[in-house]
């Protein structure tokens, strides 16, 4: 049987997928009628910044945020990036086909963010007396991921 929590993190889950989803094709319908792909691009990505930030307070013990919520309007402020990103790097590249742009663009993004993992693992300590230093901060690994699923 599956449990209550399993389910919820199944909703919350597949809401985050869906609002993904609308929100990519309200996004793209928008930008392929005023084709400001770049102006498009950098507000998704500065909104995408603070939801980001929020997603941060709401971890705070001494706020009572949920990050569940905050979360679900990161899905919708940076779930359209990519499509939007590769309609501008389409429009930018205009001799080369949409599969080869989109492949180059996913392709640099991969690496990209494969890049990132060994630079956050090196700074994920800065800052943390050396008593803490041990375990990541003194916190479970599972901490943090029983506080956002439930």
């Known amino acids: 049987e599956i449990s209550s929590a399993a389910k919820y993190v199944a909703l919350i889950g597949a ?15 928008v930008t392929d009628k005023t084709r400001s792909y770049f102006m498009v691009t950098l507000v998704l990505m500065v909104l995408g910044v603070f939801a980001l930030a929020e997603c941060g307070v709401s971890l705070d013990d001494d706020r009572d945020g949920d990050v569940r919520w905050s979360m679900l309007i990161v899905s919708g402020l940076l779930g359209p990036l ?7 790097a389409v429009e930018l590249a205009y001799p080369l086909s949409e599969n080869t742009v989109l492949v180059i663009l996913q392709l640099s993004c991969n690496l990209l963010s494969a890049l990132f993992i060994p630079l956050f693992q090196a700074v ?13 901060g003194g916190a479970d690994d599972d901490d943090g991921a029983a506080f956002v699923l439930g």
């Not at 809401?15 to 319908?29: E, P, T, Y």
């Not at 990519?82 to 501008?88: A, D, F, G, I």
């Not at 994920?124 to 990541?136: E, Q, T, W």
């Open 15 to 29: 809401l985050f997928q869906v609002i993904i989803m609308a929100s990519s094709i309200i996004v793209g319908s």
């Open 124 to 136: 994920r300590d800065v800052g943390i007396g050396s008593s803490k230093a041990g375990n990541g």
């Open 82 to 88: 990519l499509p939007v990103s590769t309609e501008l």
